[in-house]
């Protein structure tokens, strides 16, 4: 309320003649809205607790049975490759055992289900509050007292005419699935599950917004919902480990640092997003100490900082003593080993209420920067687009309108994209962070791949950020051409980078007392049922073919232009696409199933007429594609914008020539060399066997068998020792056609942690 005060005013304003809402509405909207956004950090945050901070119940392994051989030898290997890091040893053994442990539902334990529960509740309280903020909405939009438009027909038409109606509606039903379900869930992933919902329910009120009103709303918006969702996971997260403070030590100290890592980093991006989303909307620094929006920003800045603090006096004095702390053991008898035992817990207990005084504190000054950041969304910012000279190019583009296209422009005016540019720069440093660990365990990582990687992050950056991102709204020309790269082009080295298996090999798997890490997440998204249908050879070949049609050839380009986060999409969908098609051909990574080289080349052979017949279509069509979007463009300069799709259909049948033959290329040179593994295999066994015609005499042997005929049988000098090093006699099972170890397809077909050298 301070804040609303500060931002606009003791009371709301009445001019003469002019209908208002009342000052019931003036306190209640701010008021709904604010413990609305309490209630969504604390759903957030319990599940955040029990999904992640928390650790989960180990499930005992079944013994019902007597491991075979085989899962012997593969634990063996793994366990080895675990310790040593070996590529080849991690391909050869990973893969059962991981598959195994990646794919097991882990029950949460008593407290974890306890988080969730408290989610649910506060999910309701939620669902509440949006409902009201819903009809206080209404009430101060049309300048209407609460009580005169709290009426069904009035909701439902406000609802289905308005962006700020949808997107409370949206939160709405999202809460009520939260409240509904959060009190029955007994697993990490069903948790995991409704802590991705509620970080959905966050972003809708983003939309609706100051931001997306904003020149550079695509930006804004970008940084607004970055900056929430960080703030919410800091705020949540500390409210949910303070709920757990009764775990034992050797449980609740590995949460706290786990906790403690993962709040740095999101108070670390709440801070970044913060400072850029002010900077939009301030546009210098004399507002902030000149308007009344630029106070509470800095009222909100100093929280932030007091925040920082607290958190690192909390990292100093509490999280060191209590992630060492250990559980205590117990002797048979069940009496506690160890003469410190009671002194050690008289520790414990007082810097857990170290831990609980500072937390709280910094847990209520977040609060307090929660209510400033309601007020601010009531405050008119000093940079009001409504005071800008109309211009309807600007209004679509969200900049002014950039002068005439030229190579030079298009790969020096560059136009930051800054949610491209963030998230390449992010993958660049965790992939060079990956490749220093390998280093420092003695293991080799390829130079090629390395490069591979940075060079198709660079792809990105350009065809993005650069001048192709400036005029790629502009022209379709360079619309077109911007998704040919991020499609076509920078998947190819992306895949060839092989991330996921260098993830795995570097990760460290988790620690006592959780069961699961980054690592064990990783794995077991590899073995979900969501990665089996998206990389299914089917669906990926429709997908990369069928999404062009379907965005080009009807109206969905004009919806998606218009919309502030529309064009983002598109960039995303398309990389993702282009990745997934790349993948499946010439990648290396693991996935759940690959198709043989014959099927790959099938695959991407029959990608190239759909491009042609795209490109033609588009050539010869005579009505402007998204008319609605480039028809209501004012551009002073170059060719019609009907010569410009000409263009960018000639575009799309070139970009589906060219990449495909390099890509051939790429997998006739793999098929090569798995078949020159693989006879260099072959050959090693035959050699350590003894004799040379030792596997096609057993072969011989195993088809007369199989004919009823005479089995023609050499001497036993001669095939003594080859039987002897294949384990036995010569029975009717045929010999393995290959090893899986020789296999360069990132363990065969499965997802494990091994990978292409």
Known sequence: MLALVVGFGPGPLRLPGLPSSGEGTYWALPFARLVGRIASVATLGWLLAAAVLLPARRVPVRRDREPSSADATATRAGDAATRTGAAATARAGDALPERAAGSRQRPLTSTARRCGRYAADAAVVWL?????????????????????????????????????????????????????VGRTVTTTTAAGVLLALAAIGLLPPVLAGHAATSGDHAIAVVALAVHILAASAWVGGLLGLLSAVRLPAGSFGPALRRHSRFAAGAAAVTAVSGIGGAALRLGGFAPLWETRYGLLVTLKAVGLIAAVVLGGLLRRHVVARLATATPQTTTAAGTAAGAGATAEAGTTAGTVGRFIRLAGVELTVLTATLGLAVGLSRTAPPVDDALVPADPTRALLGYPMPPPVTAVRLAADWRIDWVFLSASVIAAGLYLAGLLRLRARGVRWPVGRTIAWLSGLAVVVFATSSGLGRYGPVLLSVHMTQHMLLSMLAPIPLVLGAPVTLALRAMHPARAPHPSGPREWLVALLHSWPVRVLTHPAWVTANFIGSLYALYLTSLLTTLMHNHLGHLYMNVHFLAVGVLFFELLIGVDPLPRRLPHPGRIIMLLSAVPF???LGIAIMSESSLLAAGWYGRLVRPWGVS?????????????????????????????????????RTRARERRIAAA??????????????????????RRRTAATIGPAVTAAGGPIT???????DAADDDEGGGGRASAGGGG
């Open 128 to 180: 509440i509050a949006t409902l009201a903020e819903l009809v206080f909405t209404l009430s101060d939009v049309s300048a209407q007292p609460a009580g005169d438009v709290f009426d069904l027909h009035a909701l439902r038409s406000f609802v289905a005419s308005t962006e700020q109606g949808r997107a409370l509606l949206t939160v709405a039903a999202l809460a009520a699935v939260v409240a509904i």
């Open 611 to 613: 491009h042609t017949f």
């Open 641 to 677: 914008a009907l010569s410009d799709q000409h263009t960018a259909g000639a575009i799309v049948w070139a970009f589906g020539e060219l990449p495909t033959f390099a890509v051939l290329i790429v997998l006739v040179i793999q098929w090569s060399r798995m078949d020159d593994r």
């Open 690 to 711: 003894g004799d040379v015609d030792a596997e096609l005499d057993a072969y011989n042997a195993y088809l007369a068998r199989l004919a009823g005929g005479p089995t």
């Open 732 to 738: 009717t099972t045929p010999p393995a056609p290959r």
